[in-house]
């Protein structure tokens, strides 16, 4: 990045006269910045207020409402007499001789350094009290002067910008201080004074990672390349989350990319739309893992990622033609790389409890309720006689003396401590010539909800990904591969559907005053309880989601391989032939 002085001024572009602009406005800036620092140390107006404090307590008061620094030795201070006093908009010398008189300590004010010593003794800060002045230049990495930058004593306000030849000065600077130098565009630096004097820096652009590679339909591209909207994530972040699934890991770290769960259940799916939604139809963007297209990568382990990388705009079309509609989802797994084997290991263990519980009536409560509304509605209050006809037998002198309180259904349904974890194995290794990657792993993730019939997910993963160079001539000209990826998973849970298919809608709206478990085997339902007088529509909830959901377990198996073919009969020119297989069956 270079900047230049101009000589005549009908030579000057319209964006060479906003940048002289600019400058001027920093330079300006800095001059009063540079003004205002004695202005506020005789200035300053505070407002205090102590009663039977320590001097430590008055000086940590004054330095949160104001740029004033106390420098002092403790064993001085801590020593002295408690002191009160009210100060309203006093200047901060009034307020230091109001608390320092009679203590034997004397005060001097250095810019908004504050030195508190006995008097006569010396200064507890002679790097303050012997400040020094700091010049120097700021440059680019060609040469040229860099103005605006701003130069900054660590830790502190002190500071100025550089001027249009780069130069900058800064008074009374400690010498074990710290300057900052600080640019957009330019990687900032921390240079220690160490008593010189002189400090000239030389500031490199800072390229944001521009020269990482990205995945791009036709194959990778260097991220300075790359003209369309795209957005990588790395498997490292991924793993980081600690999520179950590799989408759910990308909520919040993907802009443009709404990701919700189709459910709160363990296992769900996800909805995934890409900059809105562009249609009636299927909106889901297509997924391409390894060059294969698949219908999701719900069932990939996050562990197994190495990248993650997301077409967003309508190019991505020409190149995956309509199914690119919504987006293009690139997945790259992980790699062998030329080396020793290695084996690492990423896993975690963890519990997951409801934060807060909905506050339902208790079967005290809802008779009461019942009552009001019996009679907004002239029906007058339900007697005694009437609730024990409508209640299971005894329930009615229970509820009355406090000995039952009802039946909390969705507590009944909680499962307090619900365990999630996860468990990968990755081995990867080789030579120039041949490279493997393997992984294996399993993820298990319990619902806080549906005790004792809890949704739970478990999956097992197991990745075979390997290339070998079978011709090489200064280059590989024939290559085969293969990625390989299988997944087990099993899961079963609760109805998560509609008002009319949803087991903790039910837990809701179920009666307080209507048992859990019967106490006569005669029951029905037993050993649940069956539904009371009060209201024959509200059976046992907890009983309907144990006896018809409790066993429904689905069992999945995936099979996705990929094998390659790449062919370059000239270096740059490659011709690449894969074949994909996807089968699946459930149970």
Do not use: C
């Amino acid at each position: 990045m270079k900047m230049y002085r101009l000589i005549r001024g009908d030579q000057v572009s319209w964006s060479q006269k906003l940048r002289i602009m600019k400058i001027t406005f920093i330079l300006l800036l800095g001059s009063l910045v540079a003004v205002s620092a004695p202005i506020y140390s005789q200035n300053t107006k505070l407002n205090l207020s102590a009663k039977n404090s320590t001097l430590i307590d008055i000086f940590r008061q004054i330095e949160d409402q104001s740029e004033f620094y106390f420098y002092f030795n403790k064993d001085e201070v801590k020593t002295k007499d408690a002191v009160s006093i009210e100060a309203q908009g006093l200047l901060l010398n009034d307020i230091l001789d109001k608390v320092l008189e009679h203590t034997g300590l004397e005060y001097k004010i250095i810019d908004r350094y504050v030195v508190v010593k006995t008097i006569g003794s010396a200064d507890p800060t002679p790097a303050v009290q012997s400040g020094q002045k700091v010049t120097g230049k700021v440059t680019d990495t060609s040469g040229a002067p860099l103005p605006g930058v701003s130069v900054i004593v660590k830790g502190t306000s002190t500071g100025i910008v550089t001027d249009v030849n780069g130069a900058y000065a800064l008074n009374n600077i400690p010498s074990n201080a710290v300057l900052q130098f600080l640019f957009v565009g330019m990687t900032s630096q921390e240079i220690a004074i160490k008593g010189k004097s002189v400090i000239d820096v030389v500031m490199a652009e800072n390229t944001i990672g521009l020269e990482e590679i990205v995945a791009v339909g036709y194959g990778i591209q260097k991220k300075k390349l790359v003209t369309g909207a795209t957005v990588q994530v790395k498997g490292d972040d991924l793993a980081k989350m600690n999520t179950a699934s590799a989408m759910t890991a990308l909520q919040s770290q993907t802009s443009g990319v709404n990701i919700t769960k189709v459910s709160g259940e363990p296992g769900a799916g996800l909805k995934v739309n890409i900059r809105g939604i562009g249609t009636i139809g299927n909106s889901q963007p297509l997924y391409v893992v390894d060059g294969a297209p698949r219908g999701d990568i719900n069932n990939l382990s996050p562990a197994d990622i190495e990248s993650i990388d997301i077409l967003k705009d309508a190019a991505s079309s020409a190149i995956y033609g309509s199914r690119a509609a919504n987006g293009v989802i690139l997945v790259t797994t992980k790699q062998g790389k030329a080396g020793k084997m290695s084996v690492s290991y990423d896993g975690y263990y963890g519990i997951q409890n409801l934060y807060k519980r909905l506050p339902l009536l208790d079967a005290k409560e809802y008779l009461m309720i019942m009552n009001e509304a019996n009679m907004n509605s002239n029906l007058g209050p339900i007697s005694a006689a009437q609730w024990n006809k409508y209640l299971a037998p005894g329930d009615y002198d229970r509820i009355m003396n406090g000995s039952w309180t009802g039946t909390n259904w969705l507590k009944q349904m909680e499962n307090p401590n619900a365990p999630v974890q996860s468990h990968a194995l990755n081995i990867n290794g080789g030579n120039e010539r041949s490279k493997y990657s393997m992984g294996l792993s399993y993820t298990s993730q319990e619902g806080i909800f549906g005790s004792p019939v809890q949704s739970k997910y478990d999956r097992f993963t197991f990745r075979m990904n390997s290339d070998h160079v079978i011709l090489h001539k200064n280059f590989d000209v024939i290559k085969v591969g293969e990625n390989i990826t299988m997944t087990y998973v099993q899961n079963h849970g609760i109805a998560t559907g509609n008002m009319w298919w949803n087991d903790v809608s039910n837990a809701i709206k179920a009666l307080p005053i209507l048992p859990m478990y019967a106490t006569d085997k005669s029951d029905l339902a037993y050993p649940f309880h069956y539904a009371i007088p009060w209201n024959t529509n509200y059976s046992n909830p907890n009983a309907a989601m144990q006896l018809t959901r409790g066993d429904n377990i689905s069992k999945n198996q995936n099979l996705n391989a990929n094998a390659y073919l790449e062919i370059q009969p000239i270096k740059g020119l490659k011709f690449r032939s894969s074949f994909t297989i996807s089968p699946s069956s459930s149970a």
